[in-house]
């Protein structure tokens, strides 16, 4: 008797929120898409910079909670993230790596996620997603101050708010990495940086970098079993 093996094709979508395509974002992010591989070597990777594209947040016309409409529960902003909103409802897992700037989400990120969430959460009474399924979404959050100074600021508090909106839109719980005191230069003697020292970033690089990827590595391969369970 011949044995019958089913190999599932994943497709996922790692979407960098950071101008910068080789910098802290990018590198954390193309982790977990090595862990996903890890798992799953067939997946169908999708890579998205965001600032190579145009587009804007939304522009509160309500066409998709209109009802009956022809765009109920989608967005009907024809700009270059219009098809990336509904490919990633469609995929088996996403990743969103954002810069943190002025203790929020990037503008581009926070933009992109505005559009894509605002057209899956309802108004109705439960505030309930419009997804046809389950989608696991990792946001990796990186940044230049130190785990204190971030939760001094309430940063984490940020990152709670915005992931409790993915979660609901994209109907299933968010994991969360997070970079904390970056190095972000090669070169920091060229600017002026009186509050940062070059050597202390780089030590702290040096010490603990490594073990962040490995987080998004690991919520790589997370996920991918996450994943296969929702595909069964
Ligand atoms: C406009 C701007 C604002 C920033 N604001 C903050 C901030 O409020 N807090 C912080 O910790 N880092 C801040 N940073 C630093 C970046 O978050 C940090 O360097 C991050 O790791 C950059 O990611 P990238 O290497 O993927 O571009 C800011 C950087 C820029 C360019």
């Known amino acids: 008797m011949q044995t019958e093996y089913i190999y599932i094709i994943m497709k996922i979508i790692a ?28 997946t169908e990777v999708e890579w998205v910079n965001l600032y190579s594209l145009k587009y804007t947040g939304c ?10 409409g022809k765009f109920y529960g989608q967005c009907p902003i024809k700009d270059d993230i219009h098809d990336l909103i509904e490919k990633v409802y469609d995929a088996d897992a996403v990743a969103v790596a954002a810069p943190i700037y002025f203790g929020d989400l990037g503008a581009y990120t926070k933009a992109f996620l505005e559009r894509a969430l605002f057209s899956r959460t309802s108004y109705r009474l439960h505030h309930d997603s419009l ?16 785990r204190e100074m971030a939760e001094e600021h309430h940063y984490p508090m940020v990152w709670e708010g915005e992931e409790w909106y993915i979660a609901n839109a994209f109907r299933y719980p968010v994991k969360r990495v997070v970079a904390y005191n970056t ?12 509050m940062f020292k070059e050597e202390d970033k780089r030590r702290y690089r040096d010490e603990h ?7 998004a590595y690991y919520a790589g391969i997370d996920t991918a079993e996450h994943s296969e369970v929702n595909k069964m």
């Open 59 to 68: 522009r509160s016309r309500f066409a998709c909670k209109r009802k009956e």
């Open 15 to 42: 979407i960098n929120g950071s101008p910068r395509k080789e910098g802290n974002s990018a590198r954390l992010l193309q982790k977990w898409v090595d862990g996903f591989i890890y798992l799953h070597p067939e």
């Open 131 to 146: 997804a046809k399924k389950p989608v696991p979404v990792t946001m990796i959050y990186s940044m230049n101050c130190p």
């Open 183 to 194: 190095y972000q230069f090669n070169n920091y003697d060229d600017y002026e940086m009186e």
């Open 209 to 215: 970098f490594a073990a962040d990827q490995e987080a």
